[in-house]
C-alpha cells in the first residue's frame, strides 16, 4: 500500500526490483516497515521507531508528498489490522489505534524536522549565491 502512494511507473518498479542496491527506496522502505511493525506491537520503543521511519520520512519529504501523503501511510495500518482482530476485545483495537496514532504523530515531526533542514540549506544556498553575486559585481568589499 505504501508503494502505491508513488506514482504507476515508481510504483511498479519498487514492486519488481527486490535488490536494495538497485532499489535504495524500496530497501529502506520495506527495512523500515519491518522494524515499526515490530514496535507496534512490542515496546513501541520511541528511539527504534524513530530510527525506523526515519529513512522512509526523509526519502518523502525530499520528493514531492504534500505532508499528509508524506506521513500518512502510517494510517494504513488501521486499515490492514481491522480484518485481522475483528475477533478481539475493543479495548485492544482502541490500544492499537493510540499506537498508530502515536507513530503517525512521530513520522509527522521527522517530517517536518526533514523540511527544516531542507528550507534551510536552500536558504543558505540562496544567501550564499547572493552575497557572491555582489561580492563579484563589486558591491561588497572585504575587511
Do not use: H
Not at 104 to 131: H, S, V
Amino acid at each position: 500500500m505504501v508503494v502505491d502512494t508513488y506514482p504507476a511507473d515508481t510504483s511498479r518498479f519498487l514492486k519488481s526490483q527486490k535488490d536494495p542496491f538497485a532499489n535504495p527506496v524500496g530497501g529502506a522502505t520495506i527495512q523500515g516497515l519491518d522494524a515499526m511493525f515490530d514496535e507496534l506491537f512490542g515496546n513501541m520503543d520511541r528511539e527504534t521507531i524513530l530510527t525506523s521511519l526515519d529513512p522512509i520520512i526523509r526519502i518523502r519529504a525530499i520528493q514531492d508528498f504534500s505532508p499528509s501523503d508524506a506521513t500518512g501511510f502510517i494510517f494504513f495500518l488501521k486499515e490492514i489490522l481491522r480484518d485481522y482482530i475483528k475477533d478481539q476485545p475493543l479495548s485492544e483495537w482502541l490500544s492499537l489505534e493510540s499506537k498508530i496514532d502515536e507513530i503517525a504523530l512521530m513520522a509527522f515531526d521527522i517530517y517536518l524536522k526533514c523540511r527544516e533542514t531542507l528550507f534551510r540549506i536552500k536558504a543558505n544556498e540562496e544567501k550564499n549565491r547572493t552575497f557572491s553575486a555582489f561580492e563579484r559585481a563589486g558591491l561588497i568589499k572585504e575587511n
